[in-house]
């Protein structure tokens, strides 16, 4: 789910670099007010490499012969807090530097992309956080996690490419197309959706400090 | 990520030639070429693609890498971009062309068409020659030295040295639990259950292992502000060459706006 370059027209691409500054900025000031943030800094960039391998799988989906890869954007918001969206800013620096992938123009629209959903995530998990007592609610939250990433990431995207592209275009027309794009997720949502429970869990049962929660007793 | 080496290699392949490209000070290669980049992002008007692409194959035949390589670099964003560009003639426009059936081409829709694709082709071209004249580690250096706070210096500059380590080892996990009768490729819940448990084990040794490098790199002064090598030089070859990729992007720039 990356922007090429070419594609976004100058106010909407110099736009998106403006706001991913601000909330870089914002990111960084957060980062910096911990004792010693550079201390932080080799655990964020493993789970950044962490991340950036695990988004590269490619999972079946329903219809036969169809697959599609995790996006993320709610685990990383999850596990990575206020780091996520550096985080994710650097994923897109390689993918754009060293594979290609994305673009150099539309960085910043596709760091709000995957972003701004993680950071959203990162909020609502964080007010849930001290209810997440028993599995189910850990279950429902990690799925919704999951899930509000996906819809979200797909729903900036395509505002940005369609929202963005033609002006002789019908904008009901516009809408209703970014509407079943974003519908046309769902599937993919839901898979990302069991996929984030499923993690959240495992590392609940694991590495419960990893997802900011205390260890449970043993009985 | 199974050919991640490759990717780490495709990158610094050309690092160490010899061009007058190479040889601009990094530093200003970046604001010379950012400038060109942001340039071309802005021209709205066609009539200027055969001049964008004409300066964007001299900057490149100067850098002298292989034209195959800048193919390679071309396929997974041209695929991306054709899937767009090939429903605007049908889409996007007032002006009439041509008519077959219920079909309609609009001349707008194919001169934005045609923007999109040079767009794309100048700005893929210019970012690989930014990039790939300099080794990756060199560029990140650089980007810190024009101002890329510390803290996403040393993020870039650490996950690029651990993502093939990472990925090798999450491939070689995958292939265990294949051994083991792990089908991948077949939906079910207890496969997506088997997948979040392998990923929840990569992340739970990435992390592990970012706590022994972190002891490793405070042992060996990390933080501790100790004096930074000066690695960059500039001399009036780079301002010159800096200076020209400017002026050209302020000149189309302004050309679009007033022409």
Known sequence: MHIPDGILPPLA?????AVTGVITAVSLRKINQVDDPRAAVPKAAMMTAAFFVASSIFFPMPPPMTSAHFILSGTMGVMLGWYA?????????????VFGHGGITTLGANALVMGVP??????????????????????ISGFL??????????????????????????QQAEINATLILILSHLPVGVVEGLFTAFLLNYLRRTRPDLIGMQQQPVT | MADGHNHQADIDAYAQMQSPIHQWDTRWKIVGLLGLIAAFAMVQDWRFMPLLILITCLIYAASGMPWHALRHRLI?????????????????GQTVLATLGPII???????????????????VTLAFVMFGTDTFVRTILALRALRLPDIMADMVLLTYRYLYEIGAFFAQMRLAARLRGFQGSVFSRQNINILASLVGHLFIR??????????AMVLRGYGSGGVRREIFHSGAADYVKTAVALLLAISLILMDQLL
């Open chain 1, 118 to 139: 993680a950071l959203m995530v990162y909020g609502l998990f964080n007010r849930l956080r001290p209810r997440l007592t028993s599995d189910r609610s850990l279950w």
């Open chain 2, 105 to 123: 081409i609009f001349q707008e829709g194919i001169a934005l068409s045609l923007l999109i694709a040079v767009r794309l082709f100048c700005i």
């Open chain 1, 13 to 17: 691409w110099a736009g998106a670099y």
């Open chain 1, 85 to 97: 969206f550096p985080a994710i800013l650097i994923g897109l620096i390689l993918q754009a530097i």
């Open chain 1, 145 to 170: 996690a999951g899930f509000c990433g996906v819809l979200i990431a797909a729903g900036i995207f395509y505002a940005f490419v369609i929202g963005t592209l033609p002006a002789e275009i019908n």
């Open chain 2, 76 to 92: 997974i964003p041209g695929y991306v971009v054709a899937a767009i560009v090939i429903f605007l003639p049908f889409i996007s």
């Open chain 2, 206 to 215: 990435s992390y592990e292992k970012s706590e022994r490098v972190y002891k």
